[in-house]
């Protein structure tokens, strides 16, 4: 037990000790992000618990409520703090539902789509021959569809396969497949891009000579090499698969405007950018963006951190 | 010498140019979409056909008013009920200069009545039709049919020697895989003609200075570009762009109103918004249930009564739908005023009726909506969710592009679904009457996959389809319409409202079949 | 090729039924049969699909249930405006994005840069349909510069048309490019920067530092030649992607290009013009990433160390 203790402390020591530590302190940009961050995701998590109304309990709303400006504007009514949209829903319940639900599109997409680039593009550039054709060729053929298309696609086989009672609830797990499958071949080409590179350095054919097992060296010496420029795609692609979940229930294919997502409030209130109901737009906006920067100047700074070149 | 001459005559020239260009009046104008297709007998879509109407003529057509009117025939005579002889105009000319005489005429209701003809539907009734003279002709129907004229209204005339030259004189077929010269160009006797065309971008049309009719208008150039995005469209007219736009988005409408030099012009439509209800099934889709409520009269009513369509008119369409009871509009035949009070809105009453039916704590049911199809589609179908979870009747809103919810509503897979009718082109009660509320068959009944059932009003309906009598036609369509209201196969919500909105300068008459009839159009 | 039309058409069968789109609204149940045989939508679907691939092989791609004209011709009519725009997209990502990524990479304290990246961001976190229509606002309705929907004029060169040799065509061409390479210039110069960040630190670079070579022959001689790699990588794949997300850009400023086309198409449920246009995108795939394969042994020497040209070219 004493030692167990011991392993955990030093483990922990080697935590506060290490370089990721250091330039996370050193860095009062990163320090920021990754606050604003933790805060939209625990804001979200918790969004049943400190939303001031449920945005997916249909029988409270009323059209009479309808429009409502925020609280401080003339108009505006307390119980409704950033006002009601259209449906007289309250915006600041429905953008923390909506939060949760883009959080979870994006992180589980972006995730599924990183695994399996990855390993796909590994495999294509160390084998090489016909898996590299092969894998290469259906990258070709997945990523010539668009993201839009993919969904249609599986949202159609869905709506055949599954019961009818289930369909409601299986909206979300095909956005996730959707966009997932779509945006892996990013991530396959551009470790392939630099593995091929890889493969033919010293250290990879020294490890070769000595006998490692190539699924050792595609884990341990060249993945740690190209994972910068994954960081850089995962990064920006976790604000893709946001605005595409965005662009897909523009197309009506996306989270229904019952169970609304940032993006599909976003669009909703696009329609009204004219009309001077700007408060269903801007603040669903706000948080999309402030999201996305945020996860982005994080990603930044991971990539700068965990590079061994860069130190 | 020379040289004075030139200068002398180069600002005349200018001068005079200048002069053309301040009396050139333009209207340049948009809508949601484009024209599919410059061959009027190509296709059966409204708007396409409204926009070929300024170039092609039918026999008899809507005037402002939307009164049928003499067009290329001047007169006509009912000789047997199944007999019609029209006599034409004379002295027409083609846009090419070709004469119009019976067989152009002949030649293209023959073409619209082709089996290939995808106008076909158009004319139901008639069978054939025959030269008398060089300007009179017969149609013959195969039966009794009173809607002739109507029908008339939609079929434009073509050139006979014309589509001879360029090998269309079958009508295109969109399964066969020929080049049809017609698709992309025209030659018609209306009031303009074409100048060039560069599909979704712009179609321009310049002025015909031999149509045989006084012009009523004062313009010399149409420019029409579709622009799909609304906000787009607004944009377009706010910028200066485009003269005038059909399809203005609701929320815009104040706007505009209150932008200086633009005018809105707002009239009731004659689309009437409904949902069907699928008495069909033994159980609905999304309920789980053994049963379907929708089978029983009482649970029909609770679901009128719950809806409050005086809060969705205030709110989601700011006041400007017409509420109905009637799936008809006030402007089309048929229609009867008496008739059109809708059953009250009062939750209460709804709340008793589904306890009496045996739901006391509701059921679910699934509600599917179009999502691209007509003003706030989707928006009213959620607000309608909300106001039956207030008498515990769970709704499933499923809002989709349109082509997936005709899809899976025709085939009888929705429980609840919306939809619209404006009667057109038929314009009249029978439109809705024989494919809506009929129970199906091969003729009848094609929108009606809920099955709905009223052998009283079925007959009805047969006798409405051969009645020559107008007062007692119209008086069965009454009697029909008060029965099937009884019976609530479906809810008739509203009559939405068609907005334009133009630059203050331009005047042009709104009907309720929102067709733009730019040939009353003036500039100022 | 064939895998590509052969998801597209299955996936047809769940877009919708074509027939209520293309028969008046009281058209009868007969009707409506009699269309969905003569269109041949009530044979099976391998059937259906046999019948496409015979007659697409001949470059047959059927007529437009929507148009009434051949499939192919409209393709043609579309394809020059959004290559077009893709091409100034692409055009555009580079030159600014190259720059500014070098920027960052060099100066990577200075405020301008970290201003740049997180204006980039920022740009890239609203939705395309929102930046368009912003800008729209901005520029159509209340400065009045630049038209809000269209190609301006066009001048036609054989059978290409294209709108830069005309003012009102380049003016129209501004803000549809805009919102199309935001997001590729961001994505450019966060490439460039993470990729030079890694050359400058690597051995080589501190050699030729050492040999006295000036600051702006090592940055851009060396550096930046080692950085472009990646990038050609990436913006051959972008080209696609570009392609796809111009189908958003050009209904918002409706551009008369294929992704309009396409659009319609869906919502008409035109199942030739879908066909047509996704064996389209992809045939336009292949090539651009053969053309991408080859550029790597051009751009990176690494790659043709057997072939000898190695030596001639550095």
């Avoid at chain 1, 922990?12 to 290490?18: A, K, L, Q, T």
């Avoid at chain 3, 058209?27 to 019948?51: C, D, I, W, Y």
Wanted: hydrophobic share 45%; net charge negative.
């Amino acid at each position: 037990m004493n030692s167990e203790t011991q392993r955990l402390n030093s483990g922990w020591h080697r935590f506060i000790d290490s370089d990721l530590l250091y330039s996370f302190r050193r860095s009062p940009v990163t320090i920021v992000a990754s606050v604003v961050v933790f805060t939209l995701i625990l804001a979200a998590l918790l969004a049943p618990w400190i939303a001031p109304h449920d945005p997916f309990d249909v029988s409270t709303l009323s059209l009479l409520n309808s429009e409502l400006p925020p609280a401080w504007v003339e108009g505006g009514d307390a119980t409704f703090l950033l006002g009601t949209d259209g449906q007289g829903r309250d915006v600041l319940s429905a953008m923390l539902y909506g939060a949760r639900i883009s959080i979870l599109v994006g992180l589980s997409s972006v995730a599924f789509a990183m695994v399996l680039g990855v390993c796909l593009g590994l495999l294509a550039a160390y084998v090489g021959g016909a898996v590299d054709a092969t894998i290469m060729r259906i990258a070709d053929i997945m990523i010539s569809f668009p993201p839009i298309l993919v969904a249609l696609l599986i949202n159609g086989v869905a709506r055949g396969i599954l019961p009818p009672e289930m369909q409601h609830d299986a909206v979300i797990f095909v956005l996730i497949l959707a966009i997932g499958l779509t945006t892996w071949v990013q991530y396959a080409r551009t470790v392939r891009g630099s593995t091929m590179v890889e493969k033919n350095r010293e250290y990879v054919l020294a490890a070769r000579v000595i006998g490692l097992r190539s699924r050792t060296i595609m884990a341990k010496h060249i993945l740690p090499n190209v994972i910068g420029p994954i960081l850089v795609v995962a990064t920006v692609n976790l604000a893709i698969a946001i605005l595409i979940e965005a662009a897909l229930s523009f197309l009506g294919v996306g989270m229904p405007p019952t169970e609304p997502s940032l993006g599909t409030l976003i669009r909703i209130g696009n329609e009204f950018l004219f009309s001077g109901v700007w408060w269903v737009v801007i603040f669903p906006s706000i948080v999309l963006v402030l999201l996305v920067l945020s996860v982005n100047l994080l990603g930044d700074w991971l990539r700068d951190a965990l590079n061994p070149k860069l130190r | 010498m020379n040289k004075i001459n030139k200068y002398l005559v180069l600002p005349i020239i200018t001068s005079s140019t200048l002069f053309t260009t301040v009396q050139a009046n333009t209207i340049t104008w948009s809508d949601t979409s484009d024209i599919y297709s410059m061959d009027p007998h190509g296709q059966a879509i409204s708007p396409t056909l409204a926009f070929l109407h300024h170039i092609y003529e039918p026999l008899v057509r809507y005037n402002k008013e939307l009164e049928i009117e003499p067009s290329l025939a001047t007169d006509w005579e009912v000789v047997r009920p199944d007999l019609w002889r029209f006599t034409l105009r004379e002295g027409v000319t083609y846009h090419n200069g070709n004469s119009f005489d019976a067989d152009d005429v002949v030649a293209s209701l023959k073409r619209a009545i082709h089996p290939d003809s995808p106008l076909r539907g158009n004319l139901p009734a008639v069978s054939d039709v025959r030269k008398v003279n060089s300007h009179t002709v017969e149609i013959e129907l195969n039966g009794s049919y009173p809607l002739l004229l109507n029908d008339l209204t939609n079929v434009y005339i073509l050139d006979k020697d014309w589509m001879t030259e360029h090998g269309a004189l079958d009508p295109v077929d969109p399964t066969k895989g020929d080049r049809s010269y017609s698709t992309t160009n025209t030659n018609g006797t209306g009031p303009f003609v074409l100048e060039s065309r560069r599909p979704d971008a712009e179609t321009i049309l310049t002025i015909n200075e031999d149509w045989w009719d006084d012009a009523q208008h004062n313009l010399t150039r149409i420019e029409f570009t579709p622009i799909s995005s609304d906000a787009t469209r607004v944009s377009a007219l706010l910028s200066g762009q485009i003269d005038m736009m059909l399809s203005v988005p609701l929320q815009d409408v104040s706007r505009l109103e209150s932008s200086q030099g633009y005018q809105v012009h707002e009239i009731a439509g004659l689309r009437t918004i409904m949902l069907a209800l699928n008495q069909s099934a033994d159980r609905l889709g999304q309920n789980g249930l053994d049963s379907n409520p929708l089978q029983d009269l009482r649970v029909r009513k609770a679901l009128y009564q719950a809806i409050d369509m005086d809060l969705i008119r205030d709110r989601l369409m700011r006041g400007k739908s017409r509420n109905t009871a009637l799936p008809v509009a006030p402007a089309v035949p048929g229609y009867d005023a008496s008739l059109d009070e809708r059953f009250p809105h009062d939750p209460d009453a709804a709340q008793q009726l589904l306890t009496e039916a045996g739901y006391p704590d509701g059921f679910t049911v699934g509600l599917d909506c179009p999502n691209d199809r007509y003003v706030r589609d989707e928006e009213i179908c959620q607000a309608i969710a909300a106001m039956w979870a207030r008498v515990g009747v769970n709704a499933r809103v499923n809002a989709r592009n349109s082509s997936n919810h005709w899809q899976e509503a025709l085939n009888g897979g929705s429980d609840i679904w919306m939809f619209g009718w404006a009667t057109l082109p038929m314009l009249d009660s029978f439109s809705i009457l024989s494919q809506v509320i009929s129970s199906p068959n091969n003729n009848y009944g094609a929108w009606n996959p809920g099955n709905y059932q009223n052998d009283e009003v079925n007959s009805l309906i047969e006798k409405i389809a051969v009645a020559q009598d107008e007062e007692e036609r119209l008086a069965m369509i009454a009697r029909a319409f008060e029965l099937s209201k009884a019976d609530i196969p479906l809810i008739p919500l509203h009559q939405q409202p068609l907005i334009w909105a133009t630059k203050d300068n331009i005047n042009v008459p709104q009907t309720p079949d929102n067709k733009v009839r730019l040939w009353y159009a003036t500039v100022e | 090729m064939l895998a590509v039309a052969f998801i597209a058409f299955s996936m047809f069968s769940f877009v919708g039924d074509p027939v209520t789109n293309m028969l008046p609204q009281d058209a009868t149940l007969e009707q409506r049969t009699a269309l969905q045989e003569r269109l041949g939508l009530n044979e099976s679907l391998p059937v259906q699909f046999g019948k496409f691939v015979t007659n697409a092989v001949q470059g047959n791609f059927g007529i437009s249930y929507r148009n009434q004209r051949l499939v192919s011709d409209l393709i043609a009519e579309r394809f020059p405006a959004t290559m077009e725009l893709v091409f100034a997209a692409v055009v555009m990502s580079l030159v600014i994005g190259i720059p500014m990524g070098v920027y960052t990479a060099l100066k990577r304290d200075s405020w301008l840069s970290h201003l740049l990246q997180a204006l980039s961001l920022t740009g890239i976190s609203v939705p395309t349909f929102v930046t368009g229509i912003l800008l729209i606002l901005v520029f159509s309705v209340w400065l009045n510069w630049l038209p809000s929907f269209g190609r301006g004029e066009v001048v036609e060169l054989g059978w290409w048309s294209t709108g830069l040799l005309t003012v009102s065509g380049i003016k129209a061409m501004i803000m549809p490019v805009i919102t199309l390479s935001l997001f590729q210039i961001t994505l450019i110069m966060r490439l460039v920067r993470a990729e030079m960040l890694e050359v400058l630190k690597t051995d080589y670079i501190r050699f030729a530092r050492a040999r006295g070579l000036t600051n702006r022959v090592v940055n851009f001689s060396h550096a930046l030649r080692n950085t472009l790699m990646p990038v050609i990588t990436i913006t051959g794949l972008q080209i696609g992607a570009l392609i796809a997300f111009a189908i958003i850009t050009e209904t918002v400023f409706q551009w008369p290009g294929m992704g309009l086309l396409f659009m319609q198409a869906v919502s008409f449920v035109d199942i030739p013009v879908m066909s047509a246009y996704l064996v389209m995108v992809s045939l336009i795939f292949v090539v651009i990433n053969t053309i991408v394969d080859m550029l790597y042994f051009v751009v990176d020497p690494r790659l043709r160390v057997d072939t000898g040209q190695n030596k001639a070219g550095a």
